[in-house]
């Protein structure tokens, strides 16, 4: 196979490539640590102890190693990860932006780090007063009346906004069966209505990406609760019709649930409460620069009208005689979602972030995210085919259309990548874009960088013109090459587990 590389600028070299499992390593007798002669006789220990709770097996597959081999072989498996303090990671979608060390100094206070969730009221004041903060600093942020930051991620945000939703319609008296979502809307929205009870029917997009607004106003009638809109929405566009879609919602009785994971594209420019909207999330872990990836903890506060307010899941932090206090006398709300108060963590560094940057430098963040967008996107243009060309707003979606007629794929383009030194950009999705492959550059990163990718895409249309069979056996520099994506999903092998030979 030729594997020529040598227009590759930026690569990451690992320190070694031939790491073999922790297991493989044991040699027979190593320690790792060294432990005082047990002082008790082993009989008694035995009699004292009922036997069931005592090992039986001889801890014959464990790794024997020293410490400095553990240590060593664990720090070189973390240089093989991939992310944003190594490098540009485009997933689009999931605005993948450099995490400020600031905010880890912050969380690390040892008032913040070692605070008890069931401490007293009157021991957690910072901590309440942080959540107190961060409820105003988006309620502004979102120009809407009330915020909760219980949900533990977006799509539980989701599911709290439209639980919400379904309370109120319930209180008017007004139960509604349906819940209309677009087909640019982010995967998780129809999934969250679908759990909420509610009958899920599509609107198509029109040819310009944008929701159709002859069709919802065909479609919208006293059986739909709500419209949920992802906005900008997943071809990376802006809804030039949320005011009227808003109106239209609210003339025939429905609330418009508005996805606002994408505020990367609009924070401290655009408020969604200034539109219309009635009840959003939006993903402290995207915008907000709090870490994410790996299903780690995240935060999806939502943010509500007045009219949803009471609704909000309890308990609520409010302020009483100079103090802040749980509020657990909310009658209308929907009930807690979440243990203690949140992923409070993951709020605090958002709130350290927000506040080191103003309003003035939150705007300038996402003026400069959506020029970064359309940096690429005018770059790459002409060599990669934008189906929707409209207003780019924090992403720009390309397809492989004009790649394929030489054989190749977005996987194949996205695992190319990969070699040049680049986190893959999201891929397949949106669905109305076949080929897509969906690239957010965020705010953080700088033309140098941007520039590699842009030489990086280039190079790889090339490569697929001269030399397609090289990029269908992408990636060529990683330990591990191309998987076999169905046997991996088929028949995935998670655990190493000793074979007989190799059991001691
Ligand atoms: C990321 C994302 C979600 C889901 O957020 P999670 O925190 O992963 O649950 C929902 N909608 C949009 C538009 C997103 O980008």
Same mark, same amino acid.
């Given at each position: 196979?030729s594997?020529?590389?040598?227009?590759?600028?930026k690569v990451r070299t690992?320190?070694?490539?031939n790491?073999?499992?922790i297991?493989?390593?044991?040699r027979?007798?190593?320690?790792?640590?060294k432990?005082p002669k047990?002082?008790v006789p082993?009989t008694?220990?035995?009699?004292l102890v009922?036997?069931k709770?005592?090992?039986?097996?001889?801890?014959?597959?464990?790794?024997?190693?020293?410490e400095?081999?553990?240590?060593?072989?664990f720090?070189r498996l973390?240089?093989?990860?991939?992310?944003?303090?190594t490098?540009m990671f485009?997933l689009g979608?999931?605005?993948m932006?450099?995490?400020?060390?600031?905010?880890?100094l912050?969380?690390r206070l040892?008032?913040?780090?070692t =605070?008890h969730? &069931?401490? $007293?009221?009157?021991s /957690?004041? #910072?901590?309440?007063e942080v959540?107190y903060l961060a409820?105003? !600093? +988006?309620?502004?942020i979102t120009g809407?009346? =009330?915020?909760? &930051?219980? $949900?533990?991620?977006? /799509?539980? #945000?989701?599911?709290?906004g439209i639980?919400?939703?379904?309370a !109120? +319609?319930?209180c008017?008296?007004?139960?509604r069966k349906?819940v209309l979502i677009p087909?640019?809307?982010?995967?998780?929205?129809p999934?969250?209505?679908?759990?909420c009870?509610?009958?899920?029917?599509?609107?198509r997009?029109n040819?310009r990406g944008?929701t159709?607004?002859?069709e919802?106003?065909?479609r919208m009638?006293d059986?739909?609760?709500a419209l949920?809109?992802?906005?900008p929405?997943t071809?990376g566009?802006?809804e030039?019709n949320i005011?009227?879609?808003?109106?239209l919602?609210?003339e025939?009785?429905?609330?418009?649930?508005m996805?606002?994971?994408?505020m990367?594209?609009?924070?401290?420019?655009?408020r969604?409460?200034?539109?219309?909207?009635?009840?959003m999330?939006m993903?402290?872990h995207?915008t907000?620069?709090?870490?994410h990836g790996?299903?780690?903890?995240?935060?999806?506060?939502?943010?509500v009208?007045?009219?949803?307010?009471?609704y909000?899941?309890s308990?609520?932090v409010?302020?009483?005689?100079g103090?802040?206090?749980?509020d657990?006398?909310?009658p209308?709300?929907?009930g807690?979602?979440?243990?203690f108060y949140?992923n409070?963590?993951?709020?605090?560094r958002a709130?350290?972030?927000?506040?080191?940057?103003?309003s003035?430098g939150?705007?300038?963040?996402t003026?400069?995210?959506?020029?970064n967008a359309n940096?690429i996107a005018h770059?790459?243009r002409d060599?990669y085919e934008i189906?929707y060309?409209?207003?780019?707003?924090?992403?720009?979606?390309f397809?492989?259309?004009?790649q394929?007629?030489?054989?190749?794929?977005?996987g194949?383009i996205?695992k190319?990548l990969?070699?040049?030194?680049f986190?893959?950009?999201?891929m397949?999705?949106?669905?109305?874009?076949?080929?897509?492959l969906?690239?957010e550059p965020?705010?953080?990163e700088?033309?140098?960088?941007?520039?590699?990718?842009i030489?990086a895409?280039?190079?790889?249309?090339?490569?697929?013109?001269?030399?397609?069979?090289m990029?269908k056996h992408?990636?060529?520099t990683?330990r591990?090459g191309?998987?076999?994506e169905?046997?991996?999903?088929?028949?995935p092998?998670l655990?190493?587990?000793?074979?007989?030979s190799?059991?001691k």
């Amino acid at each position: 196979m030729s594997n020529d590389n040598s227009r590759i600028k930026k690569v990451r070299t690992h320190i070694s490539q031939n790491e073999s499992l922790i297991f493989e390593r044991s040699r027979s007798g190593a320690v790792g640590y060294k432990l005082p002669k047990i002082d008790v006789p082993t009989t008694e220990v035995n009699e004292l102890v009922n036997s069931k709770y005592l090992r039986t097996d001889d801890l014959a597959n464990m790794p024997e190693l020293a410490e400095p081999d553990v240590v060593r072989h664990f720090t070189r498996l973390s240089t093989w990860n991939y992310g944003t303090d190594t490098g540009m990671f485009p997933l689009g979608s999931c605005t993948m932006k450099y995490n400020p060390k600031i905010n880890e100094l912050v969380a690390r206070l040892e008032g913040f780090a070692t =605070a008890h969730p &069931l401490l $007293p009221e009157e021991s /957690a004041q #910072g901590c309440l007063e942080v959540i107190y903060l961060a409820e105003q !600093l +988006l309620a502004e942020i979102t120009g809407m009346a =009330a915020v909760t &930051l219980q $949900p533990a991620a977006g /799509a539980h #945000g989701e599911m709290t906004g439209i639980m919400m939703i379904r309370a !109120l +319609l319930a209180c008017r008296g007004d139960a509604r069966k349906k819940v209309l979502i677009p087909d640019s809307a982010h995967g998780t929205n129809p999934a969250t209505a679908a759990i909420c009870g509610y009958t899920v029917e599509g609107i198509r997009s029109n040819e310009r990406g944008l929701t159709d607004l002859a069709e919802l106003e065909k479609r919208m009638d006293d059986s739909v609760a709500a419209l949920m809109l992802t906005n900008p929405n997943t071809v990376g566009l802006f809804e030039e019709n949320i005011e009227k879609i808003c109106k239209l919602m609210h003339e025939r009785g429905g609330l418009v649930y508005m996805d606002g994971a994408n505020m990367n594209a609009l924070c401290a420019v655009a408020r969604p409460g200034d539109m219309g909207v009635d009840v959003m999330h939006m993903n402290l872990h995207k915008t907000m620069s709090t870490p994410h990836g790996g299903g780690g903890p995240g935060a999806g506060p939502v943010a509500v009208t007045k009219e949803l307010a009471p609704y909000l899941p309890s308990p609520m932090v409010i302020k009483q005689d100079g103090k802040f206090v749980l509020d657990y006398n909310r009658p209308q709300s929907i009930g807690r979602i979440r243990a203690f108060y949140g992923n409070f963590g993951v709020v605090l560094r958002a709130v350290c972030y927000m506040l080191t940057l103003g309003s003035e430098g939150l705007r300038e963040n996402t003026e400069t995210a959506v020029l970064n967008a359309n940096y690429i996107a005018h770059h790459l243009r002409d060599i990669y085919e934008i189906p929707y060309e409209g207003k780019i707003m924090h992403e720009v979606i390309f397809s492989d259309k004009r790649q394929k007629k030489y054989g190749i794929t977005n996987g194949d383009i996205a695992k190319r990548l990969i070699d040049y030194g680049f986190h893959p950009p999201t891929m397949s999705f949106p669905l109305i874009v076949p080929g897509s492959l969906m690239v957010e550059p965020t705010e953080s990163e700088g033309r140098e960088e941007m520039d590699l990718f842009i030489d990086a895409m280039k190079s790889i249309d090339k490569e697929a013109q001269e030399n397609p069979e090289m990029l269908k056996h992408a990636p060529h520099t990683t330990r591990v090459g191309r998987f076999d994506e169905v046997a991996a999903a088929r028949n995935p092998v998670l655990r190493w587990q000793a074979t007989k030979s190799e059991e001691k």
